[in-house]
């Protein structure tokens, strides 16, 4: 135990005294910060496209039903070109499309939509432009026509057009607030969504950045011989255990400095948002967490540390040289980024079947339960299955790794074959 300590200090202290140390604890809160902000501030601000209404409007309904969504466009882009309403009949329309495509192809329109009978039926219109992969611009654009279609069915139906326009113009914003176990939580939705994408943002970022770190701690003492004189007086395992814990530490150590420095920036949100142009009342609040949440999520940050830890420490063990490590690394690491790529999915139904898969992987638990206890209530006994699940993925990961640490600290070469590596594992 003694000899642990030491090498736990030796690894916690020369970190902890580095400068780029010192930079990413005082830099981080400010770039988490902007990751959180950020995207509030761009979607507050986000705005369709000025040109919306430079649009060519083929109408093969009969109606004016075209003549109406060109003049519900120029409402919303008045400082935009006046739309072109062409009126052809249903055999007209591939003839017209091409002739709107080379227009568009020139710079002449951004886009063109077809109305025909499948639009007056309210099934589909159809849009074609340069901004048909911009989703804010095209939704409004079928927003605009679903909006027309209804006006002019209902004063079909011998309604006011007055009257139409005043009793379909209402618009409605949605107050969201959370129900727990508790009770009422005062943040919403959107709040626990960025909230949960942080958290989930913290943990791959340490997870990643720390975990490779130790692996090119380990890679080091190798290729400068320095780990052949450290093993004849520390027993491999008990130097695997002291980097893990000793850079664990000092994860931990800035993940809580990070957090008060947070806290602070949190209670001057309101200056911050001022500046930006955003209400108080719409600025963030922190969900409200209870004491198991808490300690889960801490439970969860410390075993997804040592899992993946001790992979890369065995990756570092492995090779030789830095162009080897590339390569090594490369299924740990897509391990991690497939908890990412998963996120945004899971972000919008934390409650589906997908989302509960990937909470009881090992691998990808360490990521996902936390965002998804961000986001909605979770049952307790789902939490402990996945962190029993975790503890076992740890145990199994520091099992093969220190296996493969033993043998391949003091091995050189070439980088070792997946029949090497069961070798090594048997071996030790």
């Given at each position: 135990m003694g000899k642990i300590w030491v090498v736990f200090k030796r690894e916690y202290l020369e970190r902890v005294r580095s400068k780029w140390f010192l930079v990413a604890t005082l830099l981080g809160p400010v770039f988490f910060g902007l990751i959180i902000v950020l995207p509030i501030v761009l979607t507050a601000r986000t705005r369709t496209s000025t040109r919306l209404s430079d649009v060519i409007i083929i109408d093969a309904t009969g109606t004016d039903l075209?003549?109406?969504?060109?003049?519900?466009?120029?409402?919303l882009a008045p400082t935009g070109p006046a739309p072109r309403v062409h009126h052809v009949s249903a055999d007209r329309i591939p003839a017209e499309e091409d002739s709107a495509t080379r227009a568009v192809i020139q710079h002449e329109a951004i886009g063109y939509m077809v109305l025909d009978a499948q639009t007056t039926g309210g099934k589909e219109m159809k849009y074609a432009g340069r901004n048909a992969t911009a989703l804010l611009d095209v939704e409004m654009i079928q927003r605009t026509v679903r909006q027309s279609l209804l006006n002019q069915r209902l004063e079909r139906e011998g309604i006011d057009p007055n009257r139409v326009s005043m009793l379909t113009a209402a618009r409605l914003e949605a107050k969201t607030e959370k129900i727990t176990?508790?009770?009422?939580?005062g943040a919403g939705g959107l709040t626990s969504f960025?909230?949960?994408?942080g958290i989930a943002i913290v943990l791959y970022m340490m997870i990643a950045i720390y975990g490779q770190s130790i692996m090119r701690g380990v890679l080091e003492e190798k290729t400068t011989r320095v780990a052949e004189v450290v093993v004849s007086s520390v027993k491999p395992d008990t130097l695997l255990a002291g980097k893990i814990v000793g850079s664990g530490m000092v994860a931990v150590t800035q993940v809580l400095m990070w957090l008060a420095m947070l806290f602070l920036l949190y209670l001057a949100r309101g200056p911050i948002f001022a500046t930006f142009g955003i209400p108080m009342a719409n600025a963030l609040k922190i969900p409200s967490l209870s004491p198991m949440v808490g300690v889960a999520l801490l439970f969860f940050f410390v075993f997804g540390f040592i899992l993946y830890a001790a992979l890369f420490c065995a990756v570092g063990s492995m090779v030789s040289n830095q162009e080897d490590v590339q390569q090594a690394v490369m299924p740990v690491m897509l391990l991690l980024v497939s908890s990412i790529i998963f996120m945004q999915p899971i972000l919008l139904a934390p409650a589906?079947?997908?989302?509960?898969?990937?909470?009881w992987i090992p691998f990808s638990a360490p990521l996902i339960m936390p965002l998804r206890m961000a986001l909605i209530a979770i049952p307790w006994y789902e939490i402990v299955g996945s962190l029993l699940s975790v503890v076992v993925g740890c145990l199994v990961s520091i099992w093969v790794s220190a296996r493969i640490y033993r043998v391949g600290l003091l091995m050189y070469g070439k980088r070792p074959s997946m029949r090497e590596l069961g070798r090594w594992i048997r071996m030790a």
């Open positions: 075209g003549d109406r969504v060109a003049k519900s466009l120029t409402q176990d508790r009770g009422k939580e960025f909230f949960g994408y589906s079947t997908l989302a509960k898969t990937m909470s």
